[in-house]
């Protein structure tokens, strides 16, 4: 498994999740889980991804994701979940 | 399972305070490329090291992307050119020919810095030592990429006055061998008492005899997370500030320690240290003078700075020593004037002078950095001040250095500018009384009696 995680930030509108969703299907990404929520007015959501059935490399899907964002006014990342991991346990 | 508020600290940290992964630098042994013959010798030190490095720069993109974390730098040290030209060089232009070669494999491999255009000269200098000395105006003049540095003194050898005296000519020679962009050649040469054999950071790095063939070192940095995370304690107790800085220590060591892992494993070279520095850049946000001024000090430079990097220093060190498995190079707070936006405003307002920035060299990772000063400064002055800064390594056993920039031309009040990483600096006023016949007795300031440990 490649655990991956997606972060969304941005002023709420409707259809983020669905789109980013949308996207994730397309390629083969499965969501492990999702948190989200709102904080002052902005859209914050992470998501638990497992990329190891994507065709796509993560450099690819992170770039599709990024442009993605920029289509819906959000900032989309996705980074590898051991720099979470890293960072937060010991 | 790591929760969204843990994902939104670590992703702030990256995209609004500038953490990020200063550089990966691949330490590179030459040592085996020793020849007689210099057009060998050359062709031997291209390809060991176009060879070794080939994939560093693509290996650290993928990092990168995969990570989401930026690595800023991409370089390469390599063990001292002095000890692996000496038995090659006849002439200081002989040198100078091997920082071309060094110049045109840090170009074929994509580093933007390759440092160990070095000699280790803290007790004396061999003939070997003294040319490399004297080849530095040219070779940092005709060179893009290389980097230079001389040790000059150590807590167990005392400081070599020799050196230090002819190390003050070479900073003004090479002043004037790049004058016509303020003097640059100086920024990439560094004059060391107890010089690290591991330090990732140019432009001191250089790969010392007693490392392996080769190794990855990593520096992180990350001053605008450090100073982001004290304005929660303001007005808080000194207990609670010491606690933020070593927890924040800890999470951007524990970055850097992720990122020389995994490089080691895909460059399937042994991993060497972290070094766990708070390194600025010109960007705003990305100070360590910042970091001060967040502790309580109206601008770096009042009473209290030298205490506050004091701490600053110690707690960066106390939280990150626990997030790596192996500790090295500089590890501590840079104080450079050109690269740090919050140390430039100080000087311009008149509250940071050299005095000041000594006094702060006692208790930070490294010295005098990316000073400039006026370009008529005597080159016994600028020997003064690397002896002051050597003895203050000697005595208090830590690495110090001075890299300082004479710019030809230009006196104080004007500015020099550098470009990128290296910024731009106001030039600072330097002490006009001569130390002329002190630097002039030549010999060598021997060890201080606390060395003798056996």
């Given at each position: 498994m490649k655990k991956n995680i997606i972060t969304v930030v941005g002023l709420d509108t409707i259809g983020i999740i669905a789109r980013v969703c949308t996207y994730l299907a397309e390629n083969q990404v499965n969501i492990l889980d999702i948190s989200q929520t709102i904080v002052q007015g902005y859209f914050n959501m992470m998501m638990v991804t497992d990329t190891s059935k994507s065709p796509k490399d993560i450099g690819v899907l992170s770039k599709e994701l990024a442009s993605l964002g920029e289509e819906i006014g959000v900032v989309i990342h996705?980074?590898?979940?051991?720099?979470?991991?890293?960072?937060h346990r010991i | 399972m790591i929760n969204?508020?843990?994902?939104n600290e670590t992703s702030k940290m990256i995209e609004q305070e500038n953490l990020d992964v200063r550089t990966i630098t691949m330490g590179i042994?030459?040592?085996?490329?020793?020849?007689?013959?210099?057009?060998?010798?050359?062709?031997?030190?291209?390809?060991?090291?176009?060879?070794?490095?080939?994939?560093?720069?693509?290996?650290?993109?993928?990092?990168?992307?995969?990570?989401?974390?930026?690595?800023v730098n991409k370089r390469i040290s390599i063990t001292p050119i002095a000890l692996v030209g000496g038995a090659a060089c006849r002439s200081a232009e002989d040198f100078v020919s091997i920082a071309r070669t060094l110049d045109q494999a840090a170009r074929e491999v994509g580093v933007n810095f390759l440092g160990g255009y070095s000699a280790l000269a803290s007790k004396g200098m061999t003939p070997a030592d003294e040319r490399l000395m004297r080849s530095i105006p040219q070779a940092m003049?005709?060179?893009?990429?290389?980097?230079?540095?001389?040790?000059?003194?150590?807590?167990?050898?005392?400081?070599?006055?020799?050196?230090?005296?002819?190390?003050?000519?070479?900073?003004?020679?090479?002043?004037?061998?790049?004058?016509?962009?303020?003097?640059?050649?100086?920024?990439?040469?560094?004059?060391?008492?107890?010089?690290?054999?591991?330090?990732?950071?140019?432009?001191?790095?250089?790969?010392?005899?007693?490392?392996?063939d080769c190794i990855i070192n990593v520096g992180v940095s990350g001053p605008g997370v450090v100073k982001t995370a004290l304005e929660e304690v303001r007005g808080k107790d000194f207990e609670t500030l010491c606690e933020m800085i070593k927890r924040t220590a800890f999470k951007v060591t524990r970055v850097g320690q992720?990122?020389?892992?995994?490089?080691?494993?895909?460059?399937?070279?042994?991993?060497?240290?972290?070094?766990?520095?708070?390194?600025?850049?010109?960007?705003?946000?990305?100070?360590?003078?910042?970091?001060?001024e967040e502790i309580g000090l109206e601008s770096v430079g009042a009473p209290g700075t030298t205490a506050a990097l004091a701490l600053l220093n110690d707690q960066v060190k106390k939280g990150g020593v626990m997030a790596s498995s192996a500790v090295g190079g500089l590890s501590g707070a840079f104080i450079p004037v050109s690269?740090?936006?919050?140390?430039?405003?100080?000087?311009?307002?008149?509250?940071?002078?050299?005095?000041?920035?000594?006094?702060?060299?006692?208790?930070?990772?490294v010295g005098l950095d990316m000073i400039t000063i006026p370009g008529d400064t005597?080159?016994?002055?600028?020997?003064?001040?690397?002896?002051?800064?050597?003895?203050?390594?000697?005595?208090?056993?830590?690495?110090?250095?001075?890299?300082i920039i004479p710019v030809i031309g230009k006196g104080v009040g004007e500015v020099a500018k550098f470009g990128g990483l290296l910024g731009y600096a106001p030039i600072l006023p330097v002490n006009a009384f001569s130390c002329e016949t002190f630097v002039a007795r030549g010999g060598r300031i021997p060890a201080p009696i606390h060395s003798f440990k056996n």
């Open positions: 996705c980074r590898h979940e051991d720099i979470f991991n890293k960072m | 969204i508020w843990e994902v042994s030459l040592l085996d490329c020793i020849d007689a013959d210099l057009e060998k010798l050359k062709q031997k030190i291209y390809e060991k090291i176009t060879k070794k490095a080939a994939r560093l720069v693509a290996v650290g993109e993928e990092i990168e992307m995969e990570y989401g974390i930026p690595i003049a005709q060179t893009e990429r290389v980097c230079s540095s001389i040790n000059v003194g150590s807590t167990k050898t005392g400081i070599n006055m020799d050196a230090v005296k002819l190390m003050g000519e070479i900073i003004v020679e090479t002043a004037k061998a790049t004058k016509e962009e303020d003097s640059r050649g100086c920024t990439k040469l560094v004059v060391f008492c107890n010089a690290p054999d591991d330090n990732p950071f140019m432009a001191g790095a250089f790969h010392g005899v007693t490392e392996a992720l990122v020389a892992q995994e490089a080691s494993r895909r460059l399937e070279v042994p991993f060497g240290i972290v070094d766990l520095s708070l390194a600025p850049t010109p960007a705003v946000g990305d100070s360590v003078a910042g970091i001060l690269e740090d936006q919050g140390m430039i405003d100080a000087v311009n307002a008149g509250a940071l002078t050299i005095e000041k920035l000594e006094a702060m060299t006692c208790v930070c990772s005597p080159a016994s002055t600028i020997s003064g001040i690397i002896a002051d800064e050597a003895a203050i390594g000697m005595v208090n056993q830590k690495t110090t250095a001075v890299r």
